[in-house]
């Protein structure tokens, strides 16, 4: 069936440093990919998307690539920031077909990035 | 401000006892589903609703019932609510559903003992 698989955490970095977190995926039709943030205490927040091949989202610093060939939307940043520390969830909607509108999840990673 | 509130925030109930978490959304969205978050298996779909009147399941859908009367509302409800109900529950809605990004609400944490 369909699956979103990421990278298990916990994940501790320092500040400043480069962040990756692997996110890929199985899915039976042609998905759109989002990354969700949570901190602490709060709901999930739509941090990037993208709903074709080769397409980069972006925001706050953080981008990740649509790659179909490779099945996988990987999140990057280049400096994190205490204030990144939070669980960030990979997730596919299949644009066809399955259950409509059902946002399939990883299970997340938590970060926490100390000064 | 656009958002979608879930009401309570916490609740502690006992087996067997029906109780209703609200969700209403102020964006117009057509688009509203509601997840449960469990430690070690993620956030997974309960019900989902397309538009007003028209509610769908999801992948846990047992134990649970939903309604959309109007647009802005979309309530679930636990008839005779067990243990193993006891989740973090997120009510979340959307433009459209396919591609569009949804807006989380800040969750209900319930307890069934």
């Known amino acids: 069936g369909d699956s979103v698989t990421q990278m298990e955490g916990p994940v501790t970095l320092s500040e400043e440093a480069f962040l990756t977190i692997n996110c890929t995926y199985t899915?039976?039709?042609?998905?759109?990919l989002f990354w969700y943030v949570q901190y602490p205490g709060e709901g999930l927040q739509l941090l990037l998307k993208?709903?074709?091949?080769?397409d980069k989202g972006s925001n706050k610093g953080f981008e990740a690539t649509y790659r179909k060939e490779t099945t996988s939307f990987h999140l990057e940043k280049g400096s994190v920031q205490v204030s990144d520390s939070a669980v960030y969830f990979c997730?596919?909607?299949?644009?066809?077909?399955?259950?409509?509108?059902?946002?399939?999840f990883g299970k997340g990673t938590k970060l926490s990035v100390k000064p | 401000e656009a958002q979608v509130t879930q009401n309570p925030r916490y609740l502690i109930t006992v087996t067997g006892k029906k109780l209703t978490v609200t969700c209403s959304q102020n964006?117009?969205?057509?688009?509203m589903s509601w997840y449960r978050q469990d430690p070690g298996l993620g956030l997974r779909q309960i019900y989902y609703?397309?538009?007003?009147?028209?509610?769908d399941k999801g992948d846990v859908p047992e134990g649970y019932k939903v309604s959309r009367k109007e647009k802005r509302n979309f309530p679930l409800i636990l008839e005779s609510p067990s243990p193993n109900q006891t989740s973090l529950y997120f009510c979340?809605?959307?433009?459209?559903?396919?591609?569009?990004?949804?807006?989380f609400g800040s969750g209900t944490r319930l307890t069934v003992v």
């Open positions: 979340a809605s959307s433009l459209t559903w396919d591609g569009y990004g949804y807006t």
């Open positions: 899915a039976t039709g042609y998905p759109s």
């Open positions: 609703s397309m538009n007003v009147e028209v509610t």
């Open positions: 993208a709903t074709k091949a080769d």
């Open positions: 997730a596919l909607i299949l644009r066809a077909g399955g259950s409509q509108g059902n946002l399939i």
């Open positions: 964006m117009n969205h057509e688009y």
